[in-house]
């Protein structure tokens, strides 16, 4: 029993290489409930007696000036800028992964939340849009298209294997495609000038990233030095620099270094030293025990090694913080009576099942795109209604979009429309997975 122990994989390690879209769910399902905490958190901190207190210390400014170089910014801005870079870097390194080696390399499952992803920007920034023609606050249209990843995993974690895993998959690549279509959104739409020198240095440091990959160069110190050069390049240039970590995240290579075959022959070298303590000095069996663990860990691509490195890190750290910085609202009834109000919880609560399931509809009619397994147009509708959780992307963009007069009642709808739609999203999973079996899929 015991050699059959130590013959296999631990299972935490085995998880992480053989089922990495399984840890991916796992971690934002476990970093929903976290963040739900600290949103909470920070809701009651912002109406409490220590208001002020608590909402004056994200404005702190931090920072380094070089003659006229001046690298200070808010609290809050380091945080929204910079900390969520690696959130941005960790959606795409998802995307790709996906894309290239997971489900959504097959064009017709790839299509269904790609379209779905597309009705869910395009329909609630119709009505955002209608319902605030020639009104202040137009330009806050952005704040209605993302889909928050973790809360909806979060949400759909309460049930377990009660509901299909294409569900999952489905509403994981859709919030996805949501992010980082928003963020695409943010460069365009809420930039500032461009200082073309900065965007010029920026690009010539995408430049050498992929030029050191090209080399063959595997450091990832070297990267991530180089993408803090980038960062401050697009920071500097006009461009919002979190679109660096999209960037790089499409950048980073999904083939791996190191092959089964060359990884089964490099470890049986190893293992064909008899047992004894000679794993110290520099002698030749230390040496390839070196080179064996080097291995082992270049088995993995970039994408995957990347994304078991960060994930964890933003999941639990970056995105609470970034919670605790900007869910922090003073709840006033002026503030759910403003127009931008209005236009935000019917976008979101209304605009992103509507445009999610029609286009869905539309893909499917034409042949475009194929439902899952098990992924009935009940269960889809449920789906729906969740991806109006906009929380995270949609406080992002808040923050660039609306002036101050308008960023507290902004933040304020964003909540509840979140709520809202969690609400209703869950009824109709609970109704769902209380019915019988063969009741959902009979006419659907």
């Known amino acids: 029993m015991a050699d059959q122990d130590f013959a296999d994989m631990p299972h935490e390690i085995a998880d992480r290489v053989t089922r990495p879209l399984a840890r991916f769910l796992k971690i934002e399902s476990a970093a929903g409930a976290l963040l739900f ?19 004056t210390f994200w404005e702190t400014p931090i920072g380094l000036q070089f003659g006229t170089l001046d690298f200070t910014r808010s609290l809050r801005h380091w945080i929204n800028d910079g900390l969520m870079t690696f959130f941005f870097f960790v959606i795409s390194l998802e995307l790709k992964r996906e894309l290239v080696l ?45 889909t928050d990843t973790a809360f909806v995993i979060g949400c759909l974690a309460l049930f377990g294997s009660r509901i299909p895993p294409t569900l999952r998959l489905f509403l994981l690549s859709l919030a996805i495609f949501d ?60 461009i919002h620099a979190t679109v660096a970590g999209v960037i790089l995240g499409l950048m980073t290579p999904t083939r791996v270094w190191i092959s089964d075959a060359r990884l089964r022959i490099i470890l049986g070298r190893v293992l064909a030293y008899p047992a004894g303590e000679r794993w110290s000095g520099d002698t030749a069996d230390r040496r390839d025990l070196r080179q064996a663990g080097r291995a082992v860990a270049e088995s993995l691509s970039p994408v995957e090694r990347l994304e078991m490195m960060l994930h964890p ?54 042949g475009l795109a194929a439902r899952g397994t098990g992924l009935s147009w009940p269960f889809l509708t449920a789906g729906a209604f969740l991806t109006g959780i906009g929380f995270t992307m949609s406080l992002f963009i808040a923050g660039l979009a609306y002036a101050p007069a ?11 429309g979140s709520v809202c739609s969690a609400a209703i999203g869950l009824s109709v999973l609970v109704w769902l997975t209380r019915a019988p079996p063969d009741h959902n899929e009979a006419h659907w």
């Open 179 to 238: 992010d980082v279509g928003a963020i695409m959104v943010v460069a365009v739409g809420y930039g500032g000038a461009i200082d073309w020198p900065a965007l010029a240095l920026g690009l010539l440091g995408l430049a050498f990233v992929a030029g050191a990959s090209l080399l063959g160069i595997r450091s990832i110190p070297i990267y991530f030095l180089l993408g803090g050069v980038i960062w401050l390049c697009f920071d500097a240039s006009g």
């Open 102 to 146: 997971g489900e959504l390399r097959q064009l017709r499952k790839a299509a269904l939340p790609f379209a779905a992803a597309l009705g869910g920007m395009f329909v609630p920034v119709s009505i955002y849009l209608s319902l605030l023609a020639g009104r202040p606050g137009m330009h806050g249209w952005g704040t209605v298209m993302a």
């Open 313 to 366: 890190w933003v999941g639990f750290a970056i995105m609470p913080i970034f919670a605790l910085a900007n869910a922090g609202v003073t709840i006033t009834a002026a503030d759910l009576g403003q127009p931008v109000s209005l236009a935000i919880f019917a976008g979101l609560v209304l605009g992103k099942p509507m445009g999610v399931l029609g286009f869905s509809w539309l893909a499917v009619r034409l």
């Open 37 to 55: 905490l600290t949103a909470l958190s920070a809701l009651i901190l912002a109406n409490s007696a220590w208001s002020a207190a608590f909402l």
């Open 406 to 416: 308008m960023l507290n009642a902004a933040k304020l709808s964003i909540l509840a």
